[in-house]
């Protein structure tokens, strides 16, 4: 019954590579979020979804492209990967309120490394 | 530039012992206010929030945190921690017309027996 489920859990390729990471949630959430947690454990948002429309897009370079086929689903596509791209990325999700005050529910990670 | 700060990069405590990490915010006007934990190796998990009202909110495990407005801080605070209480601390705000949210940089604590 996990709620934010992410695939693959760890995902080791080489540089231009293009890989896609998924993210499922059966929360019934409108809106679903990546992140981006460097080494140091920053976390930054990255993108975020509400029923299917991008509604935040941060400085993040095109080769990112996030896709959502419908509200559950999230996923991210990731061209010509660089060593910088190198990261624990997070997918969440929560209700839409639009008010901020909705705690968010994260996925468990996946583990993008670059050869 | 706006930002969430916190100063504890890394707190080291004895079982036991009480624990207070910091952080402030450098917003004007209304915020929401968060703390989520991260276990090793886990996802993150929702501590406590603030919105309004009473300025000492309590969580799960223990966990409470003060609202200072005047000093933009949200300070967590445990009176006693525990082994299992080791994991990475962030702090996060977000804009009340928004669900952006925007983290702290994090303090990891490590609790000994």
């Known amino acids: 019954d996990t709620a934010v489920s992410q695939t693959p859990k760890y995902l080791v390729t080489q540089m231009g590579n293009d890989k896609s990471i998924k993210c499922e949630q059966n929360?019934?959430?409108?809106?679903m979020y990546w992140y981006k947690q460097d080494s140091k454990k920053f976390l930054k948002i990255m993108f975020s979804?509400?029923?299917?429309?991008?509604?935040i897009n941060e400085t993040v370079p095109n080769r990112f492209s996030p896709k959502s086929p419908d509200k559950a689903h999230l996923n991210l596509h990731i061209n010509s990967l660089e060593l910088g791209d190198s990261a624990v990325y997070f997918c969440?999700?929560?209700?839409?309120?639009?008010?901020?005050?909705?705690?968010?529910?994260f996925g468990d990670g996946t583990r993008l490394s670059i050869l | 530039a706006q930002s969430v700060s916190q100063h504890n990069h890394h707190v080291i405590l004895s079982e036991a012992a009480s624990l207070e990490l910091g952080c402030n915010y450098s917003?004007?006007?209304?915020?929401?206010l968060f703390w989520y934990v991260q276990y090793p190796g886990q996802h993150l998990q929702l501590l406590l929030k603030?919105?309004?009202?009473?300025?000492l909110v309590k969580g799960i495990k223990g966990f409470e945190a003060e609202f200072i407005k005047s000093k933009f801080s949200f300070n967590l605070r445990k009176p006693s921690v525990q082994w299992s209480d080791t994991a990475e601390y962030f702090c996060?705000?977000?804009?009340?017309?928004?669900?952006?949210?925007?983290f702290g940089t994090g303090t990891r604590l490590q609790v000994f027996p």
């Open positions: 969440a999700s929560s209700p839409w309120t639009g008010d901020g005050k909705q705690p968010q529910h």
């Open positions: 929360l019934g959430h409108d809106t």
């Open positions: 979804y509400n029923n299917k429309e991008l509604i």
């Open positions: 917003y004007g006007g209304t915020v929401n």
């Open positions: 603030y919105f309004s009202g009473d300025p």
């Open positions: 996060a705000v977000t804009r009340p017309n928004t669900d952006k949210l925007i």
